[in-house]
């Protein structure tokens, strides 16, 4: 799709399994993590997010978990399913001039493939 | 309630020519970002405007600007364009209270340069 980049980490898993998609981040002042999901042909959707004084944080089968220790974060997804399948951005959001929150520092992107 | 929308969603231009790309936000939203995808440098983020004022900017070249309207419809523009511009333009929005990085993306417009 049009979102996807030539050289992307990939995660190929099996329908029903779990999925852990990894993200290292660069900032350790950075206030909020995101989680976004982008399908072929669209934007990137907003999954989940942590604040930077939380270390796990649970959605609707997605779980995010932050390091600080390592600057690591991950996202987990339960029982994947094909229509999980799109390339996945962690984010780190910082402020800006103004107290601006709309800066956003994207990660290079994982492909997750889910095979039926 | 509508998402954000971007027109036009694909634009072929000629290096050196200039191009203005439109955005629309989610009602009621105030905050527009704009962000530019390519393969090489994935999402970079250009320029964030509320009420009609820049709040915030990426490390992008002068050739890149953009404005926001009252009705908070905003517009970027890219003026003598390179072949290295051609990418995904994506715009958000987003309230400006409470999770002020919950951003809701369009589906971005396909700027190819020739």
């Known amino acids: 799709g049009e979102s996807v980049g030539l050289h992307l980490p990939t995660l190929s898993v099996q329908e029903g399994d779990n999925s852990i998609i990894n993200c290292a981040y660069s900032n350790s002042a950075s206030d909020y993590f995101i989680w976004y999901k982008q399908e072929s042909g669209k934007g990137p959707q907003f999954i989940i997010d942590?604040?930077?004084?939380?270390d796990k944080r649970q959605g609707q089968r997605v779980t995010v978990l932050l390091n600080k220790t390592v600057k690591h974060l991950s996202l987990q997804i339960a029982a994947t399913q094909p229509g999980d399948s799109a390339v996945y951005f962690c984010a780190e959001s910082r402020e800006g001039y103004g107290g601006s929150q709309g800066n956003l520092i994207f990660g290079k992107g994982t492909k997750l493939s889910v095979k039926p | 309630k509508a998402g954000v929308t971007q027109t036009p969603r694909y634009l072929i231009k000629t290096r050196g020519q200039q191009v203005t790309l439109s955005c629309s936000p989610i009602s009621g939203h105030r905050s527009v970002s704009w962000y530019q995808q390519t393969p090489g440098q994935g999402l970079q983020f250009l320029f964030e405007?509320?009420?009609?004022?820049?709040?915030n900017k990426g490390n992008f070249p002068g050739r890149f600007s953009g404005r926001q309207f009252s009705n908070s419809r905003s517009e970027m523009n890219v003026s003598t364009l390179e072949l290295g511009d051609s990418a995904l333009y994506l715009c958000?929005?987003?309230?400006?209270?409470?999770?002020?990085?919950?951003?809701?993306f369009g589906p971005g417009t396909r700027l190819t340069v020739t």
């Open positions: 958000a929005s987003r309230l400006d209270r409470g999770r002020p990085y919950e951003q809701y």
């Open positions: 405007y509320f009420s009609e004022t820049q709040r």
């Open positions: 942590i604040r930077s004084n939380m």
